[in-house]
């Protein structure tokens, strides 16, 4: 997808909620990302880059059933669009393109 520029973190978050699928929203992609990244995540940029997200078309949302636990509130769930996807399996292909053509002697003999 030519032209959709997505940033380190916009692509973790957007993986994250390709990654829980149906169960992606705020609460849940911090909790996942801080495990994963092995730091803590700030809900705000989390949020607002999920928010980014939507407004390039990458993800789309939808409310969820509310809940007695959060008090009637309903979760905002997050879906990887089709554009998303696609953003996704170009930037996996331009990193692996990257690491394939590194010569061995840049890393002292071996590639990890």
């Known amino acids: 997808m ?3 520029q ?13 990654l829980l699928y149906d169960d992606a929203y ?7 990302l801080g495990q994963r990244l092995e730091r803590p995540m ?3 940029a989390v949020h607002r880059t999920m928010q980014r ?10 409310f969820g059933e509310s809940t ?3 008090g009637g509130r309903r ?7 089709a554009a998303g996807e696609q953003v996704l399996q170009e930037a996996r292909r331009i ?7 590194i010569p061995k002697a840049a890393f002292g003999g071996g590639v990890a």
């Open 2 to 4: 030519k032209g959709t």
């Open 6 to 18: 997505l940033g380190e973190f916009e692509e973790v978050v957007l993986l994250t909620i390709a």
């Open 26 to 32: 705020s609460v849940a992609v911090v909790e996942e």
């Open 42 to 44: 700030s809900l705000g």
């Open 53 to 62: 997200l939507e407004e390039k078309g990458l993800v789309n949302s939808r």
């Open 68 to 70: 007695a636990e959060r």
């Open 75 to 81: 979760k905002r769930l997050f879906t990887v669009t």
């Open 95 to 101: 990193r692996n393109d990257l690491w394939a053509d």
